[in-house]
């Protein structure tokens, strides 16, 4: 098997997994006790917040508050937010961020909230001065994802938070950093951010354990009442085994990013390199050079997604598509429209994404095969006018 | 991953009788590029058999599975005999089909119901329904009154999220499910209404309650919000919104299409309902 898709998800690292059994079998001690046999695990939860902090180049390891996933740091950082602060009604977000986000902000849109949502250009990169116009006196939150999940395109975080605290001090700015973590450096104490969400499972930890990391004169309300843990801001048992877990993949991963930055970028260079030049009907949905590494969005013309996914799952390759059959609505990809990608490539994308373990050969087998899947699906399609233009095109 | 049928993966890998008949008889068109799939039917006539069928399709696995099994189906039929193919067939050919997928074989069904219109110059219509109309529903993904009407008549559809998952009307913007929730009353109104009982007030009345705390309190409990059933005058259902929903801006609209419309079709088509 070919997995091209991790920012849907990435296997577990070995050694994480390591570092996790011994949590998942003998040392089930709940942390908050009082006797020995919980001195272990609460030591290793103290560990993996250390190792989480230096993974977001955070100052203390008082600033991370581990949670379930990506979405429940987004969702704890949004409501959080507006709960503690509620006489600011305004909001900025962008017509990009993933559902959790999203969806977060329609729900206070339909409490009265107002929301501005930011677009992108062609090539997927933020409005920033758009974005920096809205800002008003009321606005409680500013809230950009670090990298899109789709295009892999980087927003400017940290030079849009430098612009909302000089001219609106009070205002909070939140991140979405799932899809930048493990990808690119990190460093939240030298900025503005106030908040910063990631999840594990994007970076070689389990699926399940998230994090979040917010500065230490934030205030916000918990989703979920209970115990002190976690500072009384998200009580519930600590989840032992895979904080430890996520704890073990910061570490991996930080010491992985040099190699993220010149191998997975070369491979995903070659992957883009060479479907471009052996597939006729084949467009870079974006090729800016601010993306994370690993992520690659390409738009086959005249060619459903779904039909394109199918064929490379069978041949063991996988990846995923914005197109409206896979995203289990009937409308394709929220990001590729706000694009404004063609209708003739927007059904036909794939998203293609790397990680430390993609090897050359997976690489090389993919652009060996995307030609004959291309010319037996191109030659279902309607549209064999439209799509001998391009072939001739190509050749010229 | 759709839970596809071993027929519907055999027929995306290895489609049957792809490409152009290049003197057709018949073309039939459906879909577009825009909405995400189109399929064009090409037919070669004896007479009024149909002696050989291709297509070319832009679309998922099951839409391509789709074409490619009725271009088997139909194939030594005669014009007759297609005509009494429906999108249910197509499905059950094919082993079955996800419910989110139906689209697929709805769509195989109106290329051919298109290319046998040209033959029968524009009367042929598999549709019964009375008072057929060509106007545009979900003008995302342009879809009329008459194609819904007929996806409910022959798959017997009764939700809103039927319609969407076979015509994929109000799948995208969603502004046009109450129009949808419309034509499903109206046509199952029509249907039903003979078998419709008058209910004393007392009945009326604890079947009012019955639908608002089964049916419309759980939906305003997800937004934070509730209601209450206060009385019964006449026809004239009074309720109190609690919660998020009081004083929410949409309110009014919440009673009229969403609460007054449940009432309507789950208890008597007269009632309205007043915010007190």
Not at chain 1, 35 to 62: L, Q, S, W
Not at chain 1, 385 to 392: I, Y
Not at chain 2, 18 to 37: F, Q, T, Y
Request: aromatic share 6%; net charge negative; glycine share 8%.
């Amino acid at each position: 098997m070919i997995y091209l898709d991790n920012n849907a998800t990435t296997a577990v690292d070995e050694k994480v997994l390591e570092e996790m059994l011994p949590y998942l079998k003998g040392e089930y001690a709940n942390p908050s006790s009082m006797y020995d046999f919980a001195k272990k695990p609460a030591a290793a939860i103290r560990d993996a917040r250390v190792k989480v902090r230096d993974f977001f180049g955070a100052k203390d390891e008082k600033e991370i508050f581990f949670t379930s996933c990506g979405s429940e740091s987004a969702n704890m950082a949004i409501r959080g937010v507006l709960n503690c602060n509620k006489e600011k009604r305004h909001i900025i977000t962008t017509k990009v961020e993933h559902p959790c986000v999203l969806n977060t902000y329609k729900y206070f849109e339909k409490q009265g909230y107002e929301v501005d949502y930011i677009g992108v250009n062609a090539y997927g990169e933020l409005e920033v001065e758009e974005l920096k116009s809205k800002l008003r006196k009321d606005t409680a939150l500013v809230s950009v994802m670090y990298a899109n999940n789709e295009t892999g395109v980087i927003h400017p975080v940290e030079e849009i938070a430098e612009y909302v605290k000089s001219k609106s001090p009070e205002t909070r700015v939140f991140v979405d950093g799932v899809q930048a973590a493990g990808k690119i450096p990190m460093d939240v104490k030298n900025t503005k951010i106030d908040l910063m969400g990631i999840s594990g499972h994007k970076f070689h930890a389990p699926k399940g354990i998230g994090a979040l990391y917010m500065k230490p004169d934030v205030r916000i309300t918990s989703l979920i009442a209970g115990g002190h843990q976690e500072r009384g801001l998200r009580a519930g048992t600590e989840n032992v085994p895979y904080i430890v877990g996520m704890g073990k993949a910061a570490e991996l991963s930080l010491d992985a990013l040099k190699y993220e930055g010149t191998e997975v970028k070369r491979l995903r260079d070659k992957l883009e390199a060479g479907i471009l030049k052996n597939v006729f009907n084949a467009r870079l949905n974006t090729s800016v050079s601010g993306r994370v590494p690993n992520t690659s969005n390409i738009g086959f013309e005249y060619v459903e997604g779904e039909l394109i996914l199918l064929h490379l799952s069978d041949l063991g390759i996988c990846a995923s598509s914005g197109s409206a059959c896979t995203s289990g609505s009937l409308e394709p990809s929220h990001v590729l429209r706000a694009m404004g990608i063609p209708f003739t490539a927007l059904h036909g994308s794939i998203r293609f994404s790397l990680s430390r373990f993609t090897k050359e050969s997976d690489i090389d087998y993919v652009i060996e095969k995307m030609p004959a899947i291309m010319d037996k699906l191109t030659s279902i399609s309607p549209f064999q006018e439209e799509l001998q233009a391009l072939r001739q095109r190509k050749q010229h | 991953m759709w839970d596809y049928s071993e027929k519907v993966l055999d027929h995306y890998r290895n489609p049957r009788n792809v490409g152009k008949i290049d003197n057709a008889d018949l073309i039939g068109e459906a879909g577009s590029l825009a909405c995400g799939d189109s399929l064009k039917l090409y037919l070669k006539l004896d007479g009024e058999k149909i002696v050989d069928a291709k297509f070319q399709t832009f679309g998922c696995g099951s839409a391509v599975a789709s074409s490619s099994i009725l271009t088997e189906m139909i194939i030594g039929k005669t014009l007759d005999e297609a005509k009494e193919i429906t999108n249910k067939d197509i499905a059950e050919e094919l082993g079955g089909l996800p419910q989110e997928k139906m689209h697929c074989s709805v769509m195989g069904h109106e290329a051919l119901e298109d290319a046998l219109n040209k033959y029968y110059g524009g009367k042929y219509n598999n549709t019964t329904v009375t008072n057929s109309s060509e106007k545009v529903v979900c003008t995302c993904f342009n879809v009329t009154e008459n194609q819904i009407l007929e996806a409910i008549k022959i798959n017997n559809l009764k939700t809103v999220e039927e319609i969407t998952n076979y015509t994929k009307a109000g799948g995208a913007c969603g502004r046009c499910k109450g129009y949808i929730k419309d034509i499903l009353e109206t046509y199952w109104g029509g249907v039903n209404k003979t078998e419709k009982e008058e209910l004393t007030p007392t009945q009326k009345i604890l079947k009012i309650s019955k639908v608002i705390d089964q049916q419309i309190s759980p939906e305003l409990q997800k937004d934070g919000g509730d209601i209450e059933f206060v009385d019964l005058d006449g026809n004239k259902v009074k309720v109190k919104l609690t919660g998020m929903c009081q004083g929410c801006k949409n309110s009014q609209m919440t009673i009229k299409t969403f609460v007054e419309s449940i009432l309507k079709d789950k208890v008597d088509s007269s009632l309205e309902v007043e915010q007190v």
